[in-house]
Structure formats: structure tokens, C-alpha cells
Nanobody, 126 residues
Framework: QVQLVESGGGLVQAGGSLRLSCAASGRTFSNYAMGWFRQAPGKEREFVAAISRSGVSTNYADSVKGRFTISRDNAKNTVTVYLQMGSLKPEDTAVYYC?????????????????WGQGIQVTVSS
């Protein structure tokens, strides 16, 4: 059974930091690129960051570049993907989703991903 389970969300003040985690199991996710997306109320889901299978290549949305860092730990049975978020702004408030792509590249669109987590709320207060 495929599972992508996000954790680490919550409420933080502007300027603060949070680290999201995504535990992926049920497939050989070390063979998958992984990504983070977010969706604010009334808005479409948008790309945040992605990382290649090996972790060598990363890709970021311009809105988070320099503030967020994506990384991964390819353990034997469970791959964990992290999103370290810093200098948080109220506009970062959204539900954050972890996603997995079996393709050999690092997608920036939702259509490039095959599996999704349930999402976790991040709220940044001003």
C-alpha cells in the first residue's frame, strides 16, 4: 500500500521556521523524484520544490528560493523527504502536499506526479 504521510506543520509567526517531513512507503521511492506543492484557500495547487531521485538536483519556485530547502533520506524501506522552511511569510500559509514522480526528471507541475499525500496545514501569522 502506497503511503505518503506529511508531518511537521502548524502555526508559526512571520519570520519563523518550520520543517515538514514526508514519509513515503509502499513503493521503491528511492527511484522516484519527490516534490512539495501547496494550496491556499481559493487558489490552485502550486509547485514549491522538488528533488531528484539521488538528491543531487533540486528545483524551487521563485517565491521560496533562498528561504526553503528540500532534501531527502533514501533509507531502505521508507524514503523521507524534508522541506526546511525559513523566513516564513503570511503568504506561505497553505496546505502543503508531498508528491512522488516515477519520471526520470524533476517535475514542476502536478501532472508530473503519480502519488500524493493528504496534505498538512501551515499557517504563518503576521
Amino acid at each position: 500500500q502506497v503511503q505518503l504521510v506529511e508531518s511537521g506543520g502548524g502555526l508559526v509567526q512571520a519570520g519563523g521556521s518550520l520543517r515538514l517531513s514526508c514519509a513515503a512507503s509502499g513503493r521503491t521511492f528511492s527511484n522516484y523524484a519527490m516534490g512539495w506543492f501547496r494550496q491556499a484557500p481559493g487558489k490552485e495547487r502550486e509547485f514549491v520544490a522538488a528533488i531528484s531521485r539521488s538528491g543531487v538536483s533540486t528545483n524551487y519556485a521563485d517565491s521560496v528560493k533562498g528561504r526553503f530547502t528540500i532534501s531527502r533520506d533514501n533509507a531502505k524501506n521508507t524514503v523521507t523527504v524534508y522541506l526546511q522552511m525559513g523566513s516564513l511569510k503570511p503568504e506561505d500559509t497553505a496546505v502543503y502536499y508531498c508528491a512522488a514522480s516515477r519520471g526520470g526528471f524533476v517535475p514542476r507541475t502536478t501532472g508530473g506526479y503519480d502519488y500524493w499525500g493528504q496534505g498538512i496545514q501551515v499557517t504563518v501569522s503576521s
